[in-house]
């Protein structure tokens, strides 16, 4: 019997999940899979301002290089692989950063390039940027497609460790773009970490994300998320090193399951 209902389980995940990927491909849903690292993951899906490293003490001024890869099995569903690669450099109040995630399956696969640019004016508390993005998603038997979009956006770094991002898309490909206004907020104190995202969508819904990254020993930090109208909490587990980063999470769909994720960083200070 147990073993029934596990086959079961199994086999309603993969509906969803097939079911998910033909609503992406007909243009009904413009965001039909998130491509984050295992620390967004563990930080309940919440992007840091532009700058501002989710764990490590670096902010916009400071200068360093870092490669990052990381993998997941979204969902804990057989055959389903989630994985990013990410490059940034920071110098002298501006940061390039670019990254590339793909999901993959036997019957959907989705690519997703992103390039983004800012650089430090007024003052050096205020921030302007932009970022490109670019998605190919392809269902099995069907013809592929692309989609993309142009953000531009600004920040804003207050005195005493706050920090205030909007985005917005200026440019988008025929189905829309995935979101139309993106809100991040950071309050830095320490090695403490507490971050928002607020998710505005072109249908006029949002979305709420709560993050942390908690210092929990040299060179170790606590990563906890929560988004309230999912009900989605994860966790992490994130170790800082002179050069290198290695992070573990967690993240728990009330409906899909279970998501555990990894990443590794190398960093040139």
């Not at 985005?167 to 139309?180: F, T, V």
């Not at 999912?230 to 279970?258: D, M, Q, R, T, Y």
């Amino acid at each position: 019997m147990q073993k029934g209902k596990a086959l079961h389980r199994g086999f309603g995940r993969r509906v969803i999940f097939c079911c998910a990927a033909v609503i992406a491909m007909s243009g009904h849903a413009s965001n039909a899979f998130e491509h984050q690292d295992s620390r967004t993951s563990g930080m309940g899906g919440t992007v840091m301002p532009g700058g501002i490293h989710p764990c490590c003490a670096m902010t916009w001024e400071d200068r360093y290089a870092a490669v990052s890869a990381s993998c997941s099995a979204p969902y804990s569903i057989e055959g389903l692989a989630a994985s990013k690669a990410a490059i940034d450099i920071h110098g002298n109040g501006r940061w390039l950063s670019a990254s590339w995630g793909a999901l993959s399956h036997d019957l959907y696969r989705e690519d997703r390039f992103s390039i983004e640019t800012a650089v430090v004016v007024a003052g050096r508390f205020l921030a302007i940027g932009c970022r490109g993005e670019m998605t190919r998603r392809k269902v099995e038997g069907a013809t592929g497609e692309r989609d993309g979009q142009a953000v531009a956006g600004m920040e804003i770094l207050f005195k005493g460790g706050v920090a205030l991002q909007v985005d917005r898309p200026i440019l988008r490909g025929e189905r829309g773009g995935r979101d139309d206004f993106l809100v991040r907020a950071a309050v830095i104190a320490g090695g403490l970490r507490l971050s928002f995202n607020r998710i505005i969508s072109i249908e006029g819904g949002a979305e709420d994300r709560f993050g942390a990254s908690i210092p929990a020993a040299a060179g170790a930090s606590l990563l906890l998320g929560y988004r309230p109208g999912a009900e989605i909490i994860s966790a992490g587990l994130h170790s800082s090193g002179k050069s290198l980063n290695i992070c573990f999470s967690w993240e728990s769909h009330p409906v899909l399951g279970n998501t555990f994720s990894a990443l590794v960083e190398r960093i040139w200070r």
